[in-house]
């Protein structure tokens, strides 16, 4: 089964309408934006959204705030970032949120190797700290589409082996670090999880990877939809400068022409 969203809820007074806006237009997953902060601050709104996004049948995730760094050499920017992510699970928790999204860090001048494994390590102790405060969303490093940022295929994969960490698949990001989509090498590393959560939308990149994103063409739904598994829960969030139109026109073009 394929849910389809977009990567936008909307502010706090217009988030209740705009669900039942998707809802009407077919809509069923919806990733709550806090990538430029958490605007959601208050227990009550969360739990008010959650239960209308439960009501309608809508899938929340979130993606965190894009100023984290779990890699830092700045024993400041780690704790904070650690801070926002919990944040997030806290909040999520109320909204009913099944996924943190976020991007875990830079390389900066220490090598890969020991980058993983600082991220790694943070990682664990997040989720102690999620543990002990009862917080329900599963964390969820992205792959990441830029060569210098941490997050290859290969390091989010690791991720999920050695912390049980969920995962989020941009299909844009893996072609903009690889120059191809990779569908074939993304079944077989994550083929084991039975839920798959995705971000997809039309990409520009160069020789450094990602430049921005874009919107999504009929012909890379196509091919994305051609290479998605079988019997999976994949949710599909789309992350184009019009991510509610491209959301709607990726599941259209799904249900009449892939779906069986």
Partial sequence: MIKFGPASLGGVKEAEKNLEEF????????????????????????????????????????????????????????????????????????????????????????????????????????????KEKGYTPKLAPEIMGKINVFGSIEEIKKLTQETGCQFCIDFAHILARYKNYNFKEVSEEFSKFDEWHVHFSGIEYGDKGEKHHKKTEESEFKRLFENLPSRKSIVIINESPDTLEDSVIGMNLYKHKFSK
């Fill in 23 to 130: 809802h009407k237009l077919g809509l069923r997953a919806c990733e709550v934006s806090f990538t430029r902060g958490i605007y959601i601050k208050k227990e009550e709104d969360a739990k008010r959204i959650g239960k209308k996004a439960k009501e309608l049948g809508i899938q929340l995730s979130i993606h965190a705030p894009y100023y984290i760094n779990l890699n830092s050499t700045d024993k400041e920017v780690i704790k904070k970032s650690k801070q926002r992510i919990l944040k997030c699970c806290e909040i999520g928790t109320h909204l009913g949120a099944y996924r943190v999204v976020f991007h875990a860090g830079f390389y900066g001048k220490i090598d890969r190797k020991e980058s993983y494994e600082n991220i790694k390590n943070q990682i664990l102790d997040l989720q102690k700290s999620i």
